[in-house]
């Protein structure tokens, strides 16, 4: 069975794909795009695989 953990990360509207980008090296998988707590701020959830024991 696949398993997952998850990460959330807020997003600059300036520098939206850099941090996409950076995380995305890293293996994580962008799941949804969410509007965070104030109208000019974003959250992402990202997913990636759990690989060992």
């Not at 509207?13 to 707590?37: F, M, R, S």
């Not at 109208?39 to 060992?52: D, I, M, N, W």
């Amino acid at each position: 069975m696949t398993k997952w953990e998850y990460f959330t990360v807020p997003l600059l509207v300036h520098a939206t794909k850099e941090i996409l980008d950076n995380v995305g090296q890293e293996g994580w998988e962008l799941v949804c795009v969410v509007p965070g707590p104030t109208p000019e701020s974003l959250v992402a959830y990202l997913k990636r695989e759990v690989t060992g024991s």
